[in-house]
């Protein structure tokens, strides 16, 4: 018995180019050719160069810039990132943070989250913070998982008053204390 060999390299066209190749060839030399021919017009080709000059400079300056701002916000979000890792790893060596600081960075967190922050009393000594004051008792959990949150905050000291307030009672303004 013999076995039929069909030779499938002799059936096969060779091009040099596929079709779609040589289409894309010549469609990039028309563009070419009419490019040049706009670029070098005896009439208005240096006016046409003059301006394409001037458009890649320009951006190039844009590129520079924005490439330098880019870096600038890489360099702070990895030096933020280093930071948060440093704390979530050793947290014993956590930041010393000034009373004072503390204090407006607690007022801040808490001023986003509750309805009345005037009406709270705020004082930080050596990360310890206590909180005290007036709040209404459906804020008072949130309040303390927020000030818990804020960096440099060791402790919190609860020492709120809870109340049940109407959204038409006016809250009283607390006064700070001079300490």
């Keep these: 018995m013999s076995k039929a060999i069909k030779n499938t390299k002799a059936s096969t066209k060779h091009f040099l180019f596929s079709p779609m190749s040589l289409f894309s060839l010549v469609t990039l030399s028309l563009i070419a050719g009419a490019a040049t021919a ?5 009439e208005s080709g240096r006016t046409r160069r003059a301006k394409t ?9 844009l590129a520079r810039r924005s490439g330098g701002r880019r870096l600038r916000d890489l360099s702070n979000r990895s030096r933020g990132l280093v930071a948060t890792l440093r704390l979530a790893f050793f ?3 956590a930041e ?3 009373d004072t600081k503390l204090v407006q960075r607690v007022r801040s967190q808490i001023g986003r989250s509750i309805k009345h922050p005037r009406d709270l009393r705020i004082s930080a000594r050596n990360g310890s913070v206590t909180l005290a004051g007036r709040v209404e008792s459906n804020e008072a959990e949130r309040i303390l ?4 949150r804020v960096r440099g905050v060791l402790n919190v000291n609860d020492e709120l008053e809870l ?7 006016q809250p009283e303004i607390a006064v700070p204390s001079p300490s």
């Design 38 to 42: 706009w670029l070098f017009d005896t």
């Design 53 to 61: 000059r001037d458009k890649f400079i320009h951006l190039s300056c």
């Design 91 to 93: 947290p014993n060596r």
């Design 96 to 98: 010393s943070v000034e």
């Design 145 to 148: 998982d927020e000030v818990l």
């Design 163 to 169: 109340t049940e307030r109407n959204e038409t009672q």
